[in-house]
């Protein structure tokens, strides 16, 4: 059974920082991971889809990377802005197993 | 492109009521999915279809939980006999299977269930 792990479970950065979000993963065997977006209230939004065969994904300002060996994905985001405030989610979408999410806040 | 669209998108209901949430996906997605989230944590999987085919149900919460998918193209998922621990958002989900966007899953806006 796969288990996803987010830590931590909150992050506050002053605005511009660039920052890292983790992923962790028990079964390597993992075959797409996913990394989401949800405001308060509101549904998931998509960020980016790392297939098996990929190492990293790129879109604007955020950058995935996964690492099957180490059971690990991260999701870099560049020149934090106030907008990037929620909470971000990553999930074995073949499993279909998420973390508990990273809450971010980015202050001005 | 309309997006996957859930309704209604809140429910109150009193304990023992049925209750009926539908889920409309992104025309031509074949796989439809649904999670319950409750505050502070990540969606939990309920269960999925495969045009009308659900092919996952153990880890729908009890056997108080259905979900159709009749023609492959809207679901619906009932809750009978409500309890108070039910009161969750429920989310839909939707994706292509077998297309170089290899199963991106898009998310509709949840249905928010609130059980008195």
């Known amino acids: 059974k796969q288990e996803v792990t987010q830590i931590p479970a909150a992050l506050s950065v002053p605005e511009g920082e660039n920052l890292v979000l983790n992923c962790s993963f028990t079964?390597?065997?993992?075959?797409?991971l996913q990394w989401f977006r949800q405001d308060p209230g509101k549904g998931l939004t998509s960020l980016l889809l790392?297939?098996?065969?990929?190492r990293e994904q790129t879109s604007g300002r955020l950058n995935a990377s996964l690492d099957k060996s180490s059971g690990r994905s991260t999701l870099y985001i560049a020149a934090s802005q106030p907008g990037d405030s929620a909470t971000y989610l990553c999930?074995?979408?073949?499993?279909?197993?998420f973390g508990a999410g990273t809450r971010l806040t980015v202050k001005p | 492109d309309t997006g996957v669209s859930q309704n209604p998108r809140h429910k109150i209901t009193k304990r023992g009521q049925n209750v009926t949430f539908r889920c409309d996906p992104i025309?031509?997605?074949?796989?439809l999915y649904w999670y319950r989230q409750t505050l502070g944590q990540g969606p939990e999987f309920l269960t999925y279809?495969?045009?009308?085919?659900?092919?996952?149900k153990s880890r729908l919460l009890s056997d108080r939980f259905s979900a159709e998918r009749p023609k492959g193209s809207f679901s619906t998922l009932e809750i009978q006999r409500t309890e108070q621990g039910d009161s969750a958002m429920y989310l839909c989900?939707?994706?292509?299977?077998?297309?170089?966007?290899?199963?991106?899953?898009?998310f509709g806006e949840g249905s928010w269930l609130t059980v008195v």
């Open positions: 079964d390597s065997a993992i075959y797409n």
């Open positions: 989900a939707s994706s292509p299977v077998g297309t170089t966007s290899g199963n991106t899953i898009y």
């Open positions: 279809f495969q045009n009308e085919a659900q092919l996952e």
């Open positions: 999930a074995d979408n073949n499993d279909m197993r």
């Open positions: 025309s031509e997605h074949n796989r």
């Open positions: 790392i297939q098996s065969s990929q």
